[in-house]
């Protein structure tokens, strides 16, 4: 039986993937310190350790075939309350995974974002864009903090040939997110759910590419199906020094008409759409370009936004 590391195994998307690579017979083992996960999430059959990945050491673990990095929070609300063990885990928690998969020879999956394209300067964002973030805002802890581990993971494909391959996953949405996360799609869901206001920050007009959560691990799935060899020969042949990866859904919205959807969806619900002041550094647009994604793993997304949606309110009904 193969043993997979899920880092943030009890968090949105590190919760999907247990459950799929348990479906798979792994043996998968979750670390996860609670802070925007639940146990509620893991699914049964996982071994779980609740434990902080900035305290552990590789000693501290089997040998295992797979390693997941997911442990970081991902909402602005959570990052931002605490921003310097946010950046901590991202470098810690990456260096943790890259020192694992160099000592057990095995694979790993490392979870970076769109957060490092910044306020984009391209659009729609490639890999090949070098991104345009702010050192010293509220965002920095966490678009730099995945920066760096970019970073890492890349020294430690060139130094000690890891079996790393990087995600960038543009803003992705579904069941198991917490009711008070902070990100957008579950805010307006709840908002309209309890009849409360939705809110808009600044006039709604900035974009989002909104993707199912299982269209991600249907992507990371396939990702970590090819095997080191494959995946250097195609990155060298796109020009790309280390594999890195584009992982969202190219449908672009404005966040009013996000909004004004949930408000369809939802027709029982009193809610007024409300405009706040926009945060600081929010980016202006993002849509991911796929070409790579689609061309090393033959895939693309297939769940529109309404059909996503209308999974994610039952969830919340529920
Ligand atoms: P999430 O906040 O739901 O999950 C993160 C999990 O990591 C939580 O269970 C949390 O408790 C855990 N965690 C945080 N710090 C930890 C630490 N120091 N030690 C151990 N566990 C810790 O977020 P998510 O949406 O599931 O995101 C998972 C990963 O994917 C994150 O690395 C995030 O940056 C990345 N990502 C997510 C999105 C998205 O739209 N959901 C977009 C881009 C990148
Ligand atoms: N947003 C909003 N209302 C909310 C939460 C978020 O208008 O209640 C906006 C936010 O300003 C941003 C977009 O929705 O422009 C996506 O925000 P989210 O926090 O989901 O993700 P990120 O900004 O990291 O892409």
Same mark, same amino acid.
């Given at each position: 039986?193969?043993?997979?590391?899920?880092?943030?195994?009890?968090?949105?998307?590190?919760?999907?993937?247990?459950?799929?690579?348990?479906? +798979?017979?792994?043996?998968?083992?979750?670390?996860?310190?609670? &802070?925007?996960?639940?146990?509620?999430?893991? !699914?049964?059959?996982?071994?779980?350790?609740?434990? +902080?990945?900035? #305290?552990? @050491?590789?000693?501290?673990?089997?040998?295992?075939?797979?390693?997941?990095?997911?442990? @970081?929070? /991902?909402?602005?609300?959570?990052? $931002?309350?605490?921003?310097?063990? *946010?950046?901590? *885990?991202?470098?810690?928690?990456?260096?943790?995974?890259?020192?694992?998969?160099?000592?057990?020879? #095995?694979?790993?999956?490392?979870?970076?974002?769109?957060?490092?394209?910044?306020?984009?300067?391209?659009?729609?964002?490639?890999? &090949?864009?070098?991104?345009?973030?702010?050192?010293?805002?509220?965002?920095? @802890?966490?678009?730099?903090?995945?920066?760096?581990?970019?970073?890492?993971?890349?020294? &430690?494909?060139?130094?000690?040939?890891?079996?790393?391959? *990087?995600?960038?996953?543009?803003?992705?949405?579904?069941?198991?997110?917490?009711?008070?996360?902070?990100?957008?799609?579950?805010?307006?869901?709840? $908002? /309209?759910?309890?009849?409360?206001?939705?809110?808009?920050?600044?006039?709604?007009?900035?974009?989002? %590419?909104?993707?199912?959560?299982?269209?991600?691990?249907? /992507?990371?799935?396939?990702?970590?199906?090819?095997?080191?060899?494959?995946?250097?020969?195609?990155? #060298?042949?796109?020009?790309?020094?280390? !594999?890195?990866?584009?992982?969202?859904?190219?449908?672009? &919205?404005?966040?009013?008409?996000?909004?004004?959807?949930?408000?369809?969806?939802?027709?029982?619900?009193?809610?007024?759409?409300?405009?706040?002041?926009?945060?600081?550094?929010? !980016?202006?647009?993002?849509?991911?370009?796929?070409?790579?994604?689609?061309?090393?793993?033959?895939?693309?997304?297939?769940?529109?936004?309404? %059909?996503?949606?209308?999974?994610?309110? %039952?969830?919340?009904?529920?």
């Amino acid at each position: 039986m193969k043993k997979a590391l899920v880092f943030g195994g009890a968090g949105f998307i590190g919760s999907h993937l247990s459950a799929e690579l348990l479906k +798979d017979d792994y043996h998968v083992i979750v670390v996860d310190n609670l &802070y925007t996960g639940t146990k509620a999430n893991i !699914p049964e059959g996982v071994e779980f350790l609740e434990r +902080d990945v900035t #305290a552990l @050491c590789v000693a501290d673990f089997p040998k295992v075939d797979e390693i997941y990095n997911l442990a @970081c929070p /991902a909402s602005p609300v959570h990052y $931002q309350a605490r921003p310097i063990e *946010t950046a901590l *885990t991202s470098i810690k928690g990456v260096l943790l995974s890259l020192e694992i998969a160099r000592r057990d020879k #095995a694979k790993m999956l490392h979870a970076s974002t769109s957060e490092i394209y910044g306020d984009p300067i391209k659009h729609p964002q490639e890999e &090949y864009d070098w991104g345009n973030v702010n050192t010293i805002g509220w965002r920095s @802890c966490y678009d730099e903090g995945k920066r760096v581990a970019e970073t890492l993971v890349s020294d &430690y494909v060139r130094l000690y040939d890891v079996d790393a391959r *990087t995600i960038r996953i543009f803003n992705t949405y579904g069941p198991n997110m917490l009711r008070d996360d902070g990100r957008v799609i579950s805010n307006f869901i709840v $908002q /309209a759910l309890k009849g409360e206001d939705i809110t808009i920050y600044g006039e709604g007009t900035q974009t989002r %590419s909104f993707q199912y959560v299982t269209d991600l691990v249907n /992507a990371v799935f396939k990702y970590m199906a090819i095997e080191k060899s494959e995946l250097r020969r195609f990155f #060298a042949s796109v020009r790309l020094p280390i !594999p890195v990866l584009n992982i969202g859904n190219p449908e672009e &919205y404005t966040i009013k008409r996000l909004a004004k959807d949930v408000l369809r969806l939802i027709p029982e619900s009193s809610s007024r759409l409300v405009f706040k002041a926009l945060p600081s550094d929010d !980016p202006k647009k993002r849509r991911p370009d796929i070409t790579l994604a689609k061309k090393l793993l033959d895939w693309e997304p297939v769940v529109s936004l309404e %059909s996503g949606l209308k999974e994610t309110i %039952s969830y919340f009904k529920r």
